[in-house]
């Protein structure tokens, strides 16, 4: 069953009053961001994500940041977004993520990494979230997590079952906090497009997320399932092929030749 903030994540015309209405037992606040999180549809706005993902990654990965510079093959692949959240004073972006489902193709911690997944898992719909990149300012924490809702909410419309996350330490304890489990207990396997650096796999089933983070009273569920956020809207998102088609003939194009 999809929450009660799918809808306002993903149409920002509903108002949180309206929400209240269809379910009186629940309240539904909202909260403005001083930032916005949208669909990346344009070179401007992709030239834009592409700068704060190798500024994130020349921290701390320089060796990989120099290769970054440029938008990447899954930046336009088919059953891929990227996410794109810019400052509302300047515009300047603040934060980014790629989300690619495997609606067309493996993820591509199986692509490039070269990991292999469990077996139970190779039948189930998956979107594994990469390239995030955050600046260092005051609101770094705040677009982080709101990336992580557009990565939730995303998942919910697409109909994905699994959230799938290569995660090196110590950002491993990060998706830890998630409630993420780890795929391989105990293991570190060297990822190939990461310089064979060691990364944990890690997985957090879609459909048992508002339940579980309920349970466990975390201190995000507020924020996800009783928070309208209107800066964040992934209504330009593409979730299926019939949508990939409307959007983009381009695309549409690719995908009948590899009907």
Not at 9 to 29: F, I, S
Not at 49 to 57: C, N
Request: hydrophobic fraction near 45%; aromatic fraction near 8%.
């Amino acid at each position: 069953m999809k929450s009660i903030e799918h809808a306002l994540v993903l149409d920002g015309a509903y108002a949180a009053g309206a929400m209240e209405q269809m379910w009186p037992e629940v309240r539904v606040v909202e909260e403005r961001l001083p930032f916005t999180v949208r669909v990346v549809r344009s070179e401007e706005t992709l030239h834009k994500a592409v700068a704060i993902r190798q500024a994130a990654y020349a921290r701390h990965m320089p060796a990989l940041a120099e290769r970054l510079g440029a938008a990447e093959p899954l930046d336009h692949d088919q059953g891929s977004v990227v996410l794109l959240a810019e400052s509302k004073l300047d515009g300047s972006p603040v934060g980014t993520m790629r989300i690619q489902t495997n609606r067309f193709n493996p993820l591509s911690i199986e692509q490039a990494g070269g990991v292999e997944l469990p077996a139970w898992l190779r039948n189930k719909s998956q979107a594994e979230a990469t390239r995030l990149g955050i600046d260092l300012g005051r609101t770094g924490r705040l677009v982080k997590s709101t990336l992580f809702k557009a990565f939730y909410f995303y998942c919910i419309e697409a109909n994905i079952e699994w959230m799938v996350i290569g995660a090196r330490p110590p950002l491993d304890r990060m998706y830890e906090a998630l409630l993420f489990q780890d795929l391989f207990p105990g293991q570190y396997i060297p990822m190939r497009h990461f310089n064979n650096i060691p990364h944990r796999v890690l997985a957090l089933e879609v459909g048992t997320v508002e339940e579980s983070w309920a349970a466990a009273n975390h201190p995000l569920y507020g924020f996800f399932f009783r928070t309208q956020h209107p800066d964040l809207d992934l209504s330009d998102a593409a979730y299926s092929p019939r949508d990939l088609a409307t959007r983009a003939p381009e695309v549409s194009d690719r995908v009948a030749m590899n009907a």
